[in-house]
């Protein structure tokens, strides 16, 4: 059984804090990880992705992806209460194109 | 950027109906789009594979005779939920990918469907 975890959260942090977020994955042969943003009632908007080791960054945005360890993190800086959502990560792996998402994290950012 | 439109966006209706969501790429041509369902507090779950020209793939335990899917064009798939009742009440979410690079490219959601069955 491939999967995805994630701390369910909620993390809180005060505005203006680095938030981080990790996920950790099973199948070893995963290429692709996503990270999305869904308020809730609403669906999921992506925020960033990442296919290769180390980091990638985007604004405030960072995704990390250590594939020896079967992980990736999204860090958040200056946050601010609008990141207040949870955030989902994302994999395809191995042999398909199809998403296994993780529980997601939520985030509380305090003002 | 690509935009995936999802209609309707919130549906109420009385058990045993038959609830008809559509999902189209608006400005690039979708073979495979999928459908995912999410409970309160839950992650999504995807239901199925819809691919054009050809049946759709469904996820193991999801009815494929409750869960209509019809991919009629390339911009174009529907669920059907039919004969729906309140256990069926959920947020469903279409998404398809980009349509640009290679397979591994992120997928782009619909606004997605609140379905609630009386």
């Known amino acids: 059984q491939k999967e995805v975890e994630q701390n369910s959260g909620p993390l809180s942090v005060p505005e203006g804090a680095i938030a981080s977020l990790n996920c950790t994955y099973s199948?070893?042969?995963?290429?692709?990880f996503f990270w999305y943003r869904q308020y809730s009632g609403k669906s999921p908007e992506l925020i960033m992705f990442?296919?290769?080791?180390g980091d990638k960054e985007d604004g405030r945005f960072t995704a990390q992806l250590n594939k020896a360890s079967q992980y990736v993190s999204l860090l958040i800086r200056d946050s601010q209460p609008s990141d207040s959502a949870t955030y989902l990560c994302?994999?395809?792996?191995?042999?398909?194109?199809?998403?296994?998402f993780g529980t997601g994290t939520r985030l509380k950012v305090l003002a | 950027g690509a935009v995936v439109s999802q209609h309707p966006s919130w549906v109420i209706c009385k058990s045993g109906t038959s609830v008809k969501i559509e999902c189209r790429s608006l400005?690039?041509?979708?073979?495979?789009m999928f459908w995912y369902r999410q409970f309160p507090k839950q992650s999504l779950m995807l239901m199925a594979t819809?691919?054009?020209?050809?049946?759709?793939?469904?996820e193991q335990g999801v009815e494929k005779d409750k869960f209509l899917i019809n991919h009629a064009s390339l911009t174009l798939s529907t669920l059907t939920v039919t004969s729906a009742h309140p256990e069926d009440s959920s947020f469903y979410i279409c998404?398809?990918?980009?349509?640009?690079?290679?397979?591994?490219?992120?997928?782009?959601f619909g606004d997605g469907t609140r379905l609630s069955i009386l």
């Open positions: 998404s398809a990918p980009s349509p640009e690079g290679p397979s591994n490219q992120p997928q782009h």
């Open positions: 199948d070893r042969g995963s290429q692709s």
């Open positions: 990442i296919y290769s080791n």
């Open positions: 994302a994999v395809y792996p191995s042999g398909t194109y199809k998403y296994i």
């Open positions: 400005d690039f041509q979708a073979t495979t």
């Open positions: 819809s691919n054009e020209g050809s049946k759709a793939t469904y």
